[in-house]
């Protein structure tokens, strides 16, 4: 009897998970007694984590966008379609245009949605950057916003949300207006009191400080509490009217949510959220069913999570596949741990590294937090692929 594996989704978590299957399921002898199909919507994995450089120079794409049959063993399947529902009692994935998958253990890698909680004509009127077509139409719309602009009267940029990604899209739409001389003036509106936010002090002000050497206006302390076609309102009460903030792009990165395809399955989720409650092991509420990445809340103890970031989900993904083997096998499943090796930021070409594991520095930049930004991304790249590919795309990170 052939038990059928299917992963669902092509980010680190998804990805990963191949590359982990590629390797247990020969070793455990099952070759021949397993079917592996991985299931996406692109035909290549996006390495997300540095899409943001496609807003300054869209022909990074091809070094960071890497083909699924690359990654995918011989002995798989690649469909390419979009999951829209999951039927956990017929055991069943529905797609868009093609026609159900069967599974007998699956793996749930899908990612997250934009969040905008909310907030008055936000979702209407916002780019986001969770794609590569995402990163590609905040390039178009800040060129042609800039070539609409003048000295005199400079394009608007807004960036919402002063997280990891919306840092790094301030930073790159720096670089741009800088290398092409362009009418631009850059905003960075967090509604916390500083950058980097629920972070330690010393590497809020180090970004900070590379953000203002960059000429990013930097605007914290105040939500964004709707938004029209050309205004961004900040602030604001039953006494106080607004800020205005004029605008001709805005790119909202204020925080994730579950994907609408999971809203309606019979897994225990975040009713809030919509993300699947997944244990150590990655199994959900339903035992055939797995799921990692931003996908999942998985339980770190203490009432804690881990956090939906790549280096959460690429390491989640090695134990991941592992599982996958196990539970086919009817053996004990192995549980997964975050460990936190610190945190890499760029903005433009420099960067931050904070509490990097095993250097003795808390946060520093220079040449040593862009080369650890690089090889982290070069790492990732040639540990899915090669070596060659990794190195390749090196000096576009």
């Not at 936000?122 to 077509?133: D, G, I, W, Y």
């Not at 960059?214 to 900040?234: K, L, M, R």
């Not at 035992?287 to 959460?312: K, M, N, S, Y």
């Amino acid at each position: 009897m052939t038990d059928r594996i299917v992963v669902v989704g092509a980010g680190y978590a998804g990805a990963g998970t191949i590359d982990s299957l590629k390797d247990e399921v020969p070793d455990a002898g099952l070759k021949d007694d397993v079917e592996l199909v991985w299931i996406n919507e692109h035909d290549y994995h996006l390495v997300l984590h540095e899409a943001h450089r496609v807003i300054r120079n869209p022909d990074v794409a091809s070094k960071i966008t890497i083909p699924c049959e690359s990654i995918l063993p011989d002995w798989g399947e690649f469909v390419q379609d979009r999951v829209v529902g999951l039927d956990t009692d017929d055991r069943t994935i529905e797609l868009e245009d093609g026609e159900p998958v069967d599974y007998d253990y699956l793996l749930l890698g899908v990612g997250s949605a934009t969040a905008f909680f909310g907030i008055d004509g936000l979702r209407e009127h916002a780019l986001t950057l969770k794609s590569l077509a995402d990163a590609r139409e905040i390039h178009e719309d800040v060129k042609a916003a800039a070539a609409d602009a003048s000295v005199a009267d400079p394009a608007q940029v807004i960036v919402g949300g002063a997280g990891l990604s919306g840092i790094q899209t301030a930073g790159e739409i720096a670089e741009y207006r800088d290398e092409h001389d362009a009418p631009i003036d850059v905003h960075l509106v967090e509604g916390l009191e500083e950058v980097f936010p629920n972070n330690p002090d010393d590497v809020q002000q180090a970004i900070r400080s590379r953000l203002e050497a960059a000429d990013v206006n930097i605007e914290c302390g105040e939500f964004i509490s709707e938004v029209d076609d050309d205004t961004v309102y900040v602030g604001g009460g039953e006494d106080e009217a607004p800020d205005e903030m004029p605008y001709d792009v805005l790119v909202w990165t204020g925080g994730i949510t579950g994907r609408e395809e999971l809203e309606n399955t019979d897994l225990e989720k975040d009713e809030r959220s919509r993300r699947v409650f997944a244990d150590r092991d990655f199994q959900t509420s339903d035992d055939r069913v797995f799921a990692i990445g931003d996908t999942a809340l998985i339980d770190q103890g203490e009432d804690d999570v881990a956090p939906p970031t790549a280096v959460a989900a690429w390491t989640a993904a090695e134990v991941a596949g592992e599982n996958l083997v196990n539970a086919v096998q009817g053996r004990p499943l192995s549980t997964w741990t975050f460990e936190d090796k610190g945190t890499l930021i760029s903005v433009g070409d420099e960067a931050v590294a904070h509490d990097i594991d095993a250097l003795p520095f808390e946060t520093f930049g220079g040449i040593g937090a862009k080369f650890l930004k690089k090889a982290a991304a070069t790492r990732w790249i040639a540990s899915i692929t090669s070596v060659s590919r990794g190195m390749g795309a090196w000096s576009d990170m």
